[in-house]
Structure formats: structure tokens, C-alpha cells
DNA sequence: ATGAAAGCGCTAACAA
DNA sequence: TTGTTAGCGCTTTCAT
């Protein structure tokens, strides 16, 4: 690698020169510092302006080793979820001048490593982690650098590390309540991956919403999926060669639900007319499929902002255990969710 | 800023003491450099095992002003062909060691302005740049920089800018074939925004479609969108206002055929039955969709390597015109699509 | 084969 | 109020 060819970079040394002040007061002038005579520093603004110039970060990253920067790893890009949050997530930092350094992990434990080793190189301030299913070990280095770490839906923390839960429970309570008031008894569920923390979680959340509003949890009525469009379908169809079958349908994310209403569509399974539907996220594409789907939203910005408020106070307090914050989720009614009309 | 606190951090000067060499040595032998005696090399290897070291490239960053990373900006995380393009690009990226420096510009002239800003902070080696409808004015202190760009469907090349072209064409012409095949003579088209030059680089490939394959072109049959599923939607309502209709319709996007599938949905109408639709891109939702989409698919990863080769070319030869390379699609038949039955 | 030292751009002590 | 300087981590020329 040849060290950078051409005329040297636009620096703070160079408009020191034709500022006729040293880099030392140009620096001053860029940070805002009152110790400035104000007709300097408006000269300096003034050549500034006139050349152009922008400051390099990599400078002051060096010099404090630290990057302004904050890592987000996400399992996957396919769940439209995960670029809605990247967006929120992305202008709150930008808010605060911050960068985003984005990985994805693909479920893969290698991937993980790989990109907790990208976050180290590139002195993240902290790093979010999506990736659910992960084990700890993956993530050790993060911990020995002491790097504020905040998971999403771990619901538990520790030194440095803090977590943000989605509030299920009260969405799904939510959603309940609705197909309740639509006439609905008997309501299905069909979950992420099973075995994997986060389906248990949301499991647990439905079956407590269900008892929260006195309707009884029927195992038959319930599958697993993989949180995706494939799964979703298939959960559906197995759900349907039951004898009893449940009126209303509630999913762990809204990409289940689609593939639920997909295999409703192919079984000639009328919806809302024959069979509700409720996914869970509230992604915009919700809005696009027929029918409009109901769905439990969860805003984006809202976990963006608990994520960086998480990371702020681990920043602050490395040696104290992070912060445990909920983020609310609120019921959208759309057209997949009707009076029910079938007796049985 | 205050300074780096705590103990410093683990560098190659520590690194070396605890080898009982240099670090330059340690560099050396790091970066692989055959000048190194084999048993030293072996022995700075065990350490740099045990100390768990990893290099800090902001340190190279500082000496080359090359970061190894390379921008990329999108006008929007919403349409999932964006993500889908994202994730391709990162791993391109990282099989050769790069990063990703992402922004987004919601199609907002400061938002781009912000983000090439950011880029040029950042010392990107290289910009990709999807926001199609920018002003070359927002861009220019990327050329200033002479930082090698690409940008995609401009399909003009300049000093250091490359493009990478779509071709609408050959897929339109694939899917037009097809639609005839089935019997199909009065296509419609749902674009994207009108006036903008992707837009109508689209209409105009629809157009040349048609021709080849000896069909009319009826400017009745033509509606304008945004890209989105609303924009799909009121087209789709609109063009059933017609008198005569189209059998079949072929759209901008994928989203915009998602929007058609919705208000043909919405007024009864069925597909494939009584309406053929077809879409453009082939995002992983267009299976998810009922019914599935036939569409025509361009495959992000080709893109992505695309757009790494003409950045390589413009970063091996800043002073000529970059590449003009250009991305092939294919057509895939799902099940929005079937034999024309409606006689007129 | 290895080490010493300079320098990339920036900022904060410290000096003037 | 402004300037001088050291040093963040790395690589590489030059010296040994």
C-alpha cells in the first residue's frame, strides 16, 4: 500500500498558513472555543469557508480512540423490520453526530464473530445487538473491551450491557381484546423458530394475554414457524388439517402473518370473512398485502431511542449493569380481522 | 473530549515489548512481510495469540488517508430491493476487506448533501449512489475529493464516474414475450414518478418491448406511480376507469405491482383471471404476495459486483471516464400471470 | 533480520 | 489571546 499520492489533504496546517494563525487556533475556531478573539476567529470561518474545508475525523478518533461511532448488529435484511429500524436508528444517531456501522449476521455464529471483531477494529462506542440467538461467548471480546453493549430482548443485563424489551405482552393484550370484542373464542398462535429465546418469550406473552381476558390456551392451537414468510405458511397449512379449528389467527412477526394469509389464500380460507388474522412489528409492507393486515405495532424510533438512551447510560457507568427499558406496542386494525361468522 | 482514560489501550509498541522487538517487527510480521525471520514470526504470533491483539486500522487510516471503506447511499430503506442490494454489496465488500459506510437520502437534497459530507469525512475510497434524482451539484465535492463513484441507471460515465445500467429492456422484452405468449395484445404500464429520468428509462424500455415483439403501444394504457404501493394502487384504480383495459399490466417495481395486486384486489377484479401482472426487480416479498408475482428479477448481487469492478477501475484510473458496465434480468413466471381470457 | 524514527490530522497541555 | 508541541497507532524508509 503507497502512502497517499498527489498534493497533500486539505489540513488544519494548511489553513493555519493561509489564516496566518496557527492549527492550534484553527482547531479552537472549528470546536467553538470563546478563547478565540472574535475578529480571528471570523477570519478563520472565513478561509475556512473559502477553502472548503473539512475536518478529519480520523485525527481525533487517533488521537482519543474513540470513533463517534456506534455498531448495529441485525440477523437478517429480508425481515423488512430490521431496514425500518436501521432508518430510525440511523437518524437518531445522526442527531447526535454520531455514524452507523452496520453488520448482519445471518444467524451465522461466524458471521457474528467476524463482525464483533469489525466493531472492535473500528472502536465502536457501543454496539446494539439484534441477533437473538447468540451465544455469549461470541460476543466475550466486546465485554473485555469494555464496549456498553445493548441487546434487544435478552431481558436481562449486566455490567456494561443493557437491554430493551419489546412489551408483547401488552400488544398481544391488545390484540386480543379486539378479537375478543369481535366474537372470537378460539384464537391460534404461530410462533418464531422453536426453542429459541425470543419465540418463548412471545409465546409466554400470548398465553399470559389470553389469560389476562379469561380465554383458555389450547395447545392445538399452536405451531412454530421461523419468523418468516415460509414458515408462517406452513404453520398455517398444519394448522388447518385440524377437526377444530381456531377463528382468529395471531403470529410472532408480521412476515408469519403473511405467510399465514398466503397459505389461507391457497386453501380458499376467506379472511377476514372465514378466519382473522393479527401479525406483529407493523411494517409498512402490512399495509400493502390484501387484506391489510392487523397487526401489533411497535414504533421503530421508540426502541431506536431506548437503545441509545441504554448505551448512553452504560457510557457513563461501565462498571454498573446497563439499563432495562420497555418499549410499547399498540394494536393497528386493519382488514384482516372481522366479526366472526362461523359456528361451530 | 477527554483523552482515552483507564489504562492504554493494547497497541503494537505493547505488542513488542512483551515479543522483546520492535514494532516494527510486529507490523511485519502482522501484515506478513517476508523479511522476517521465521522463528521470530512465530514467536510474535503466539503473542499476538495470547494478548488477543487486533490491529487499530485508524492508525493505517491516518497514514494512507484510505479507509478501506466504501459509501454507499440509498434514497430509501423502505423498498426492500434496497436492503436486499445492501446486504449483497456488504458481503462483496467484505470478502476483500472493505466496509460499509451506508446513508440514506429520502429522496431529500440536504439529506444527500449531509451524507456525501459524511462520506468524504469518512475517507471513503469509493461512493456508490442509488439516489437516482440528484442534482450534480449536490455531488460535487465527491469529484473535488476525486473520490471514484458509480452511480446506477445514470447511464452517463464522466472522470472517475462509472455506471452500472439496469437492462429494463431485455427483461421487459422477456416479460412481454411471455404475457404474448399467453395471449395477452393490450399490456399496460404503471411507472415510476413522472419527469424523473429513471422513470423514464423504464417507460421507454416498456415501450421497446413492445415494439420487438410487434405489439402497439397505447398511451391509455399508461400511468405513472412513485415506486411505492400507493402509488401502484391509485394507477391501478385509475387505468380501470378506462373503457377498454388492459389484460394485463406491467409495473415500474415490485412495490408498484403490489399496489396494482392490491386495488385489483380491492375491486374485485382477479388475478391472474381476469388481470396478468407483472414487476420489476424480484424482491424476495414478490413470493409472499397472493398471488406469488411473476416478475422480472435483477440480481442485487450482480449489481453489487458491478459496482465494486467500476469502482476499481476508477480508483486504478482516477483521470479517465469510468466503466459503463451493464446488469442483466431475467424473467420470473410465478402465478400472477395466466393465459388472457376475457374476450373483447 | 531488525530497530529507530518520522509522519498521517487532530487537540489539549503548556508556554508565551 | 495565540502558538508550540506531544502523542494517539500504524507503516516504511533508512540505518544498523
Chains 1, 2 share one sequence.
Do not use: W
Amino acid at each position: 500500500m503507497k502512502p497517499a499520492s498527489g498534493r497533500p489533504r486539505l489540513n488544519m496546517r494548511i489553513v493555519a498558513q493561509r489564516a496566518g494563525v496557527s492549527s492550534a487556533t484553527v482547531s479552537r475556531v472549528i470546536n467553538g472555543s470563546p478563547a478565540v478573539k472574535e475578529e480571528t476567529a471570523r477570519h478563520v470561518r472565513r478561509i475556512l469557508e473559502k477553502l472548503n474545508f473539512i475536518p478529519n475525523p480520523i485525527g481525533t478518533t487517533l488521537k482519543y480512540g474513540r470513533s463517534n461511532t456506534y455498531g448495529l448488529i441485525v440477523p437478517d435484511l429480508t425481515n423488512p423490520f430490521y431496514p425500518e429500524f436501521i432508518f430510525n436508528f440511523e437518524e437518531v444517531l445522526i442527531e447526535n453526530d454520531h455514524e452507523l456501522l452496520l453488520a448482519t449476521t445471518q444467524s451465522s455464529e461466524p458471521k457474528l464473530v467476524s463482525s464483533v471483531r469489525r466493531m472492535l477494529m473500528r472502536h465502536v462506542d457501543g454496539v446494539v445487538l439484534m441477533a437473538s440467538e447468540f451465544d455469549t461467548r461470541s460476543i466475550e471480546p466486546l465485554f473485555e473491551h469494555r464496549i456498553p453493549i445493548v441487546t434487544i430482548d435478552r431481558r436481562r443485563v449486566q455490567e456494561g450491557t443493557g437491554d430493551v424489551a419489546i412489551d408483547f405482552e401488552g400488544g398481544y393484550r391488545q390484540a386480543v381484546l379486539h378479537l375478543q370484542g369481535l366474537g372470537h373464542r378460539r384464537i391460534g398462535f404461530i410462533g418464531g423458530i422453536e426453542g429459541i429465546r425470543t419465540s418463548q418469550i412471545r409465546l409466554k406473552a400470548f398465553q399470559k394475554a389470553l389469560q389476562a381476558v379469561g380465554l383458555t390456551y389450547d395447545p392445538n392451537f399452536i405451531r412454530y414457524g421461523d419468523y418468516r414468510v415460509a414458515g408462517g405458511d406452513a404453520a398455517m397449512r398444519s394448522l388447518l388439517k385440524e377437526q377444530r379449528r381456531p377463528t382468529a389467527i395471531m403470529t410472532a412477526n408480521d412476515l408469519t402473518a403473511f405467510g399465514v394469509l398466503r397459505a389461507l389464500h391457497t386453501s380458499n380460507v376467506g379472511v377476514p370473512s372465514q378466519m382473522s388474522v393479527v401479525g406483529f412489528d407493523g411494517i409498512l409492507l402490512g399495509d400493502a398485502v390484501y387484506p391489510r393486515l392487523t397487526t401489533v405495532t411497535v414504533s421503530p424510533r421508540d426502541i431506536a431511542r431506548a437503545c441509545i438512551k441504554a448505551l448512553d447510560h452504560s457510557k457513563a457507568n461501565v462498571t454498573e449493569r446497563g439499563l432495562l427499558l420497555s418499549v410499547g406496542s399498540s394494536l393497528t386494525v386493519r382488514e384482516s380481522t372481522a366479526q366472526v361468522r362461523v359456528r361451530i
